[in-house]
């Protein structure tokens, strides 16, 4: 649940998100869910030359299995709030 209150404190911000596939697409995080699926908003894709099909994509909904790596603005993250869970957790 450590994952999931973070990421909830982080909707709103911009975040880019690397699938399994190899494609990153960056955009807002409208939504996370307890299973970690994502759903963002005025997405883009990193590399359009290599996925064309998707440069059409604004909003879209990602399943959490299928993220390798959520990449987030440090000045977003705050990690006191992040230490005093963990303490909590323990």
Avoid at 49 to 57: C, D, F, G, H, S
Wanted: charged share 25%; with cysteine; glycine share 4%.
């Amino acid at each position: 649940m450590l994952f999931f209150s973070f990421f909830k404190t982080l909707v709103g911000k911009e975040i880019a998100v690397e699938l399994k596939n190899d494609v990153v697409l960056t955009g807002t995080l409208h939504s996370v869910d307890q299973y970690l699926n994502i759903k963002l908003t005025n997405v883009s894709v990193v590399n359009e030359n290599r996925y064309p099909q998707l440069t059409a994509l604004k909003n879209c909904f990602i399943r959490g299995s299928v993220v390798r790596y959520v990449q987030i603005n440090p000045s977003d993250v705050d990690t006191e709030l992040l230490q005093d869970a963990k303490r909590k957790e323990n």
